[in-house]
């Protein structure tokens, strides 16, 4: 609540037309949230959906991982390791 005294009293103390100025930018401020929490959300749920089809596809099914690390690091074979 420190803050928001502290905010009131430097208000109080600007000219009138410089408060309607101040709640100008607090009503920016509040749609600038609103909109920046509905994108939010509108990303989690979009990647939410790419993600499912993305399990759903299983693209990496026929694929052999130590193979594909393998071919990927250009390993070599490690004794003990085969």
């Known amino acids: 609540m420190k803050l928001e005294h502290t905010i009131q009293q430097h208000v109080e103390k600007l000219p009138l037309p410089l408060q309607g100025e101040v709640l100008d930018y607090v009503l920016y401020l509040e749609q600038k949230n609103r909109r920046h929490s509905t994108d939010d959300q509108q990303r989690r749920v979009k990647l939410s959906s790419t993600l499912e089809r993305l399990v759903a596809?299983?693209?990496?099914?026929?694929t052999n991982p130590a193979l594909w690390e393998r071919e990927?690091?250009?390993?070599?074979?490690?004794?003990?390791?085969e």
């Not at 990927?72 to 390791?81: K, N, S, V, Y």
Request: no cysteine.
């Open 57 to 62: 596809l299983n693209p990496f099914a026929k």
């Open 72 to 81: 990927q690091r250009e390993d070599r074979a490690l004794p003990g390791r």
